[in-house]
């Protein structure tokens, strides 16, 4: 399969992994807090992986030795949830949370140029530029009216450490291991971790929509959890660790913003959000940004 193809199938798990904050919205509606849709959706999957495990006879034991790799990796999958709710908690704006936490292509950039040696051709230099002034449009941050300093730091680092995943996840997919069996254990640590971060955000707020568990929750709820695991903890993360692997990790930080653009148009079909000539003129920047990566040949 060609690089476009990989690139191709990058836009389509970001469009997956775009169904989360539409899922989340639903949830959220239906009293699941932010805490239990993170814990579930994680825990589902991993019923999933295992159920497929046992099918297809597939050994998922790991070294001892990558142990640690793979627990630094669940821990910055669920911090990266964790600061982007406690941002919202401490009263920061959506918008600038939104702004902050899709930085990450231009610390995927700088990292990938550090740790893959990858160029920052103009190309690349003008996706990564062209696909952040498309989140500005996006977020209309400029609407904003007043601004938490302590939630935009912790916004800023959530933004960093999803392109650090994206790092380590491209990372783990280099190694001659079944994609499944790596994705299982990231997804163990990041279940425990996510416990871990839920207590921990009891001294944040005390907003029940934020850290409430709840064992009691209708047949229509639970499938949706069961859903907001398969498709984009399982479907769509399983396309992204098969393809990340043959793509720059630059396009891949440009091309995975179409889990903005795709949330957008899934909250305008189920939710009814609105959609404004901004959205539009911003989810147009992505596109192309995403264009000029897919469009360009190979230099590393």
């Not at 497929?52 to 070294?63: M, S």
């Not at 990564?128 to 941050?141: D, K, M, N």
Request: proline share 2%; aromatic share 14%.
């Amino acid at each position: 399969m060609s690089q476009a193809k990989h690139s191709i199938n990058l836009a389509i798990a970001g469009c997956l992994l775009g169904t989360i904050s539409t899922f989340s919205a639903v949830l959220r509606d239906n009293g699941i807090s932010s805490f239990q849709q993170s814990f579930s959706r994680t825990f589902f999957a991993l019923l999933f992986i295992l159920v497929i495990f046992f099918i297809r006879k597939i050994n998922f034991l790991i070294p001892r030795k990558e142990i640690p790799y793979y627990t630094i990796l669940g821990m910055i999958m669920a911090a990266v949830g964790f600061f982007e709710n406690s941002a919202v908690a401490l009263g920061t704006p959506v918008a600038v949370v939104v702004l902050f936490l899709y930085t990450q292509p231009a610390w995927t950039a700088l990292l990938g140029k550090i740790l893959f040696q990858e160029q920052l051709t103009w190309v690349r230099r003008t996706a990564v530029i062209t696909a952040f002034c498309g989140i500005i449009l996006i977020s209309e941050v400029w609407s904003v009216s007043s601004f938490n300093f302590a939630g935009g730091a912790i916004a800023l680092a959530a933004g960093i450490l999803l392109s650090v995943e994206f790092i380590m996840i491209k990372s783990l997919s280099l190694k001659p291991r079944h994609f499944l069996v790596s994705i299982f254990w990231f997804y163990v640590f990041r279940s425990l971790f996510t416990v871990g971060f839920g207590f921990l955000s009891r001294a944040v707020t005390h907003d029940t929509l934020i850290t409430g568990f709840s064992f009691s929750v209708s047949v229509e709820t639970g499938i949706l959890l069961v859903l907001f695991a398969l498709i984009p903890m399982v479907v769509g993360m399983g396309i992204f660790y098969r393809s990340v692997k043959y793509v720059p990790i630059v396009h891949a930080g440009v091309i995975m913003m179409m889990e903005a653009i795709s949330g957008v148009i899934y909250g305008y079909l189920v939710l009814g959000e609105a959609i404004n000539t901004f959205t539009i003129f911003g989810g147009v920047l992505i596109l192309l940004a995403s264009a000029l990566t897919i469009l360009e040949k190979r230099s590393d």
